[in-house]
Protein backbone atom coordinates (compact mmCIF):
# COMPACT_ATOMS: atom_id res chain seq x y z
CA UNK A 1 0.00 0.00 0.00
CA UNK A 2 1.41 3.29 -1.11
CA UNK A 3 2.12 6.16 1.60
CA UNK A 4 1.36 9.84 0.74
CA UNK A 5 2.81 12.56 2.42
CA UNK A 6 1.63 16.23 1.84
CA UNK A 7 3.82 18.95 2.82
CA UNK A 8 4.72 22.73 1.74
CA UNK A 9 1.56 24.38 3.69
CA UNK A 10 1.41 27.39 6.26
CA UNK A 11 0.47 30.56 6.67
CA UNK A 12 0.74 33.55 3.64
CA UNK A 13 -0.38 36.60 3.09
CA UNK A 14 -3.15 37.02 0.56
CA UNK A 15 -1.41 37.45 -3.08
CA UNK A 16 1.58 35.21 -1.67
CA UNK A 17 2.47 31.81 -3.04
CA UNK A 18 2.77 28.01 -1.52
CA UNK A 19 3.95 24.98 -3.27
CA UNK A 20 2.92 21.81 -2.06
CA UNK A 21 4.44 18.64 -2.48
CA UNK A 22 3.05 14.90 -1.76
CA UNK A 23 6.29 12.32 -1.50
CA UNK A 24 4.92 8.63 -1.99
CA UNK A 25 6.34 5.73 -0.52
CA UNK A 26 5.39 1.94 -1.28
CA UNK A 27 4.34 2.30 -4.79
CA UNK A 28 5.54 4.03 -7.59
CA UNK A 29 2.84 6.76 -9.36
CA UNK A 30 4.28 6.38 -12.71
CA UNK A 31 1.05 4.84 -13.47
CA UNK A 32 -1.47 7.01 -11.27
CA UNK A 33 -3.26 9.42 -11.91
CA UNK A 34 -3.26 11.65 -8.56
CA UNK A 35 -5.42 14.63 -7.06
CA UNK A 36 -5.34 17.55 -4.62
CA UNK A 37 -8.07 18.13 -2.92
CA UNK A 38 -9.27 20.68 0.20
CA UNK A 39 -11.39 20.82 2.92
CA UNK A 40 -12.00 24.04 4.85
CA UNK A 41 -13.65 24.00 8.40
CA UNK A 42 -17.61 22.86 8.56
CA UNK A 43 -17.08 22.33 4.21
CA UNK A 44 -17.33 19.19 2.52
CA UNK A 45 -13.96 18.32 0.79
CA UNK A 46 -13.70 19.30 -2.80
CA UNK A 47 -11.64 18.95 -5.71
CA UNK A 48 -8.36 21.29 -6.54
CA UNK A 49 -6.72 19.63 -9.57
CA UNK A 50 -5.85 16.27 -11.17
CA UNK A 51 -2.98 15.40 -13.08
CA UNK A 52 -2.63 11.55 -15.42
CA UNK A 53 -0.20 9.24 -15.13
CA UNK A 54 1.46 10.31 -18.14
CA UNK A 55 1.78 14.08 -16.87
CA UNK A 56 -0.11 15.18 -20.58
CA UNK A 57 -3.34 15.75 -18.80
CA UNK A 58 -4.54 18.18 -16.15
CA UNK A 59 -8.14 19.34 -14.58
CA UNK A 60 -8.29 22.25 -12.69
CA UNK A 61 -11.65 23.87 -10.01
CA UNK A 62 -12.88 26.68 -11.72
CA UNK A 63 -11.76 28.54 -8.29
CA UNK A 64 -8.11 27.71 -8.75
CA UNK A 65 -7.71 27.96 -13.23
CA UNK A 66 -5.04 30.27 -14.15
CA UNK A 67 -3.87 30.73 -10.07
CA UNK A 68 -3.02 26.58 -9.13
CA UNK A 69 -0.63 24.81 -11.30
CA UNK A 70 -0.28 20.64 -10.48
CA UNK A 71 2.81 18.77 -11.83
CA UNK A 72 4.47 15.66 -10.99
CA UNK A 73 8.24 13.87 -11.56
CA UNK A 74 7.59 10.05 -11.37
CA UNK A 75 11.25 10.13 -11.48
CA UNK A 76 11.44 11.37 -7.92
CA UNK A 77 7.66 9.97 -6.73
CA UNK A 78 6.44 12.99 -6.42
CA UNK A 79 3.73 15.51 -6.92
CA UNK A 80 3.29 19.33 -6.64
CA UNK A 81 1.01 21.70 -6.70
CA UNK A 82 1.82 25.19 -7.22
CA UNK A 83 -0.63 27.68 -5.48
CA UNK A 84 -0.08 31.40 -7.06
CA UNK A 85 -2.20 34.53 -6.06
CA UNK A 86 -3.42 33.06 -2.96
CA UNK A 87 -7.20 34.05 -1.77
CA UNK A 88 -8.59 33.65 1.96
CA UNK A 89 -10.76 31.38 0.76
CA UNK A 90 -8.27 29.08 0.15
CA UNK A 91 -7.76 28.54 3.21
CA UNK A 92 -8.28 24.92 4.38
CA UNK A 93 -6.64 21.23 4.64
CA UNK A 94 -5.09 20.33 1.61
CA UNK A 95 -5.06 16.68 0.27
CA UNK A 96 -2.72 14.57 -2.09
CA UNK A 97 -4.53 11.05 -3.27
CA UNK A 98 -3.53 8.49 -5.93
CA UNK A 99 -5.67 6.42 -8.34
CA UNK A 100 -4.56 3.28 -10.51
CA UNK A 101 -7.19 2.73 -12.67
CA UNK A 102 -7.64 4.21 -16.03
CA UNK A 103 -5.34 5.88 -19.43
CA UNK A 104 -2.33 7.68 -19.60
CA UNK A 105 -4.39 10.71 -20.16
CA UNK A 106 -7.11 9.53 -17.57
CA UNK A 107 -8.20 12.68 -14.70
CA UNK A 108 -10.18 11.98 -12.05
CA UNK A 109 -12.45 14.70 -10.39
CA UNK A 110 -14.34 12.98 -8.25
CA UNK A 111 -12.78 11.90 -4.69
CA UNK A 112 -14.11 8.31 -4.38
CA UNK A 113 -12.39 7.67 -8.07
CA UNK A 114 -8.70 8.03 -5.73
CA UNK A 115 -7.85 4.94 -3.50
CA UNK A 116 -5.01 6.17 -1.19
CA UNK A 117 -5.26 9.69 0.69
CA UNK A 118 -1.87 11.07 2.44
CA UNK A 119 -3.22 13.17 6.08
CA UNK A 120 -3.31 16.57 4.72
CA UNK A 121 -1.39 20.03 4.63
CA UNK A 122 -3.01 23.32 6.38
CA UNK A 123 -3.03 26.18 4.31
CA UNK A 124 -3.68 29.50 5.97
CA UNK A 125 -4.30 32.60 3.85
CA UNK A 126 -4.33 35.85 5.81
CA UNK A 127 -6.11 39.08 4.37
Known amino acids: QVQLVESGGGLVQAGGSLRLSCAASGRTLSRSYMGWFRQAPGKEREFVAA????????NYADSVKGRFTISRDNAKNTVYLQMNSLKPEDTAVYYC????????????????????WGRGTQVTVSP
Open 97 to 116: AAGYSGSSSSTRTRAYDYDD
Open 51 to 58: ISWSGYST
